[in-house]
């Protein structure tokens, strides 16, 4: 059974509150044909605030990932979204993406 006790009783009441806010400086992404995944650990956080320059494919798992493809992704569209990070995944979550193009993405991250 997971450990999901990983927060005060604050946080886990109120999971729309954070009492981090750690902004990851943008990353230029190599494109999906050159197959570079990329991964953050985000792992004791609630949300994660994600702003692609272009379409990604990302899923969260309990290793970082070699391969990534649109079999086993979802697909983000460029503009900023919030994503809710999923806690029965394991002691240790990646958020793992790709570009889907043949062209570099710049991808920010804020973890919260």
Same mark, same amino acid.
């Given at each position: ?5 990983? *927060? ?9 509150t ?15 044909? =050159? ?8 792992? =004791? ?11 990604? *494919? *990302?899923?969260?798992?309990n ?50």
């Amino acid at each position: 059974m997971a450990d999901l006790h990983k *927060f005060s009783v604050q946080e886990a009441v109120n999971t729309d509150t954070s009492s981090t806010w750690d902004v990851i400086a943008g990353v230029t992404d190599a494109n999906a044909s =050159g197959g570079t995944v990329l991964n953050i650990d985000v792992s =004791g956080y609630h949300t994660l605030g994600i702003q692609p320059a272009d379409e990604i *494919f *990302f899923h969260f798992h309990n290793t970082s990932t070699v391969t990534l493809t649109e079999a086993d992704a979802l697909k983000l569209a460029a503009g900023l979204s919030f994503i809710k990070v999923p806690k029965g995944v394991g002691d240790t979550i990646y958020f793992n993406y790709v570009a889907t193009g043949d062209s570099t993405c710049e991808v920010r991250v804020v973890k919260m």
